[in-house]
């Protein structure tokens, strides 16, 4: 999709988020959204690694 590697390097991955991949035949691809757990009730949402495991 053109995105640079390390853009894709988060350090926090919900099992529930969902990202929204746009597709059309006229226009490049757009990621809308990357690992969005506002469907899920707040505190089923997880939280994110230690600040010691984070990059």
Do not use: F, K, Q
């Amino acid at each position: 999709m053109g995105a640079p590697a390390a853009g894709w390097l988060r350090p926090v991955d919900y099992h529930c988020g969902v990202t929204v991949i746009r597709y059309h035949s006229e226009v490049p691809p757009r990621v809308l959204c990357v690992n969005d757990t506002g469907h899920l009730a707040e505190d089923l949402r997880g939280v994110e690694y230690p600040p010691d495991l984070r990059w």
